[in-house]
C-alpha cells in the first residue's frame, strides 16, 4: 500500500493512507474498529490555553449515517467538529488530549499529516464561504492543491450534480461563486468539499444563514450524500436534528465551563425517550 509522507501532498486519489512511517504492524497501531464505526473520539479533552472547552468526550460516529451534535451555546460543538479534522491546529493556544481515531489510526500521531486529514475529512461552514474565483476553480481548487490526477472537468460537474447545484451553474461555470445566492453559495462549498475525495463531511450550522427552503434542499442532500459520504452536523435547530439527524449527541457545559458530552443516541430515542435529566430539560426548553 502506498504511504503518504507528512511533507508531501498526496499523488493519486486512491492512495489512502494517512501516515508514512510505519513503524508498527499494522494490529498495533489499530485501535478498536467497530463493524460500523469511522471515527472514534476517546477520553477527549480539548484546551484554548488553560481554559478546558471539552472535558473527556468519547464517542463513535457510526459511518454513512448523519450524527447531530446539539447543545447550548459554548458548550464545545464547533470546537468537537474542529478537533476531528484538525482544523482547530491552526489556534494557537489550542491543545488536545485523548484520541480521535479515524478507522483505526489516531488522527493526533506525530507522522499524520493535517492536510491529509482534512482532504478526508472535509468541513462546510456556517457562513457560505466560496473562494472570489469562478463557480469552476472553486471546485477544481482543492483537486489541484493536492495534485489528484483526475479528469477535472468530469469530477467538477460530479461534484456539482452532488450537490444538487448543477442545473443552476451548468451555463455559467466561469461566473464568480460569490454571485450566487446563499442557499447556492452554501451547496457550492458543499460541492467543494466533495472535491478532494473526502469520506467525511463536517458542517458547522450549515443552514443558519439561510431561508427554510433554502434549508430543506440542503437537509434533502445531506440525506442524499448520507448514503456515500458520513456527516456530522452541529445545529441549534433540534427540529433539523430531528429531521435529519440518524444519531444525535448532546453537549453541556458543566461547572467548570468545560463542554462534555451528556448522552448520545438514535435520534428518535434522544427525542422521545432521553436517558438523562439535562438532556430532557435540554430538548423540551428548560434551558439553553
Ligand atoms: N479560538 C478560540 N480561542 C479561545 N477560546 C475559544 C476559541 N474558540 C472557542 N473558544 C471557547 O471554547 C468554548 C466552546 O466554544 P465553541 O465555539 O466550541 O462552542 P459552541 O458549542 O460551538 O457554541 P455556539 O453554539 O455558540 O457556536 C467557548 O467558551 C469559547 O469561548
Ligand atoms: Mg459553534
Redesign the pocket.
Known sequence: MTMIRATERPKAVTEDRLITDQHLPIDERITRIEDDSILEVSNFS?Y??K?R??HNVSFQIPEKKITA?I????????????CINRM?DL?P??HGEGEVTFRGQDLYAKDVDPVEVRRRIGMVF?KPNPFPKSIYENIAFGPKVNGMNVNMPALVEDCLRRAALWDDVKDKLKQSGLALSGGQQQRLCIARALATQPEVILM??PCSALDPIATLKIEDLMKELSKDFTIII?T?NMQQAARVADYTAF?M?RED?A?ELVEFSDTDKLFTMPKDKRTEDYITGRFG
Do not use: I, W
Not at 447543545?71 to 474542529?82: E, Q, V
Open positions: 480539548a484554548y490555553g481554559f472547552a471539552l451534535l447543545g447550548p451555546s459554548g458548550c464545545g460543538k464547533s470546537t468537537l467538529l474542529r482547530n489556534v493556544s489550542f456556517q458547522d450550522e452541529v441549534h453537549l457545559m465551563r463542554g
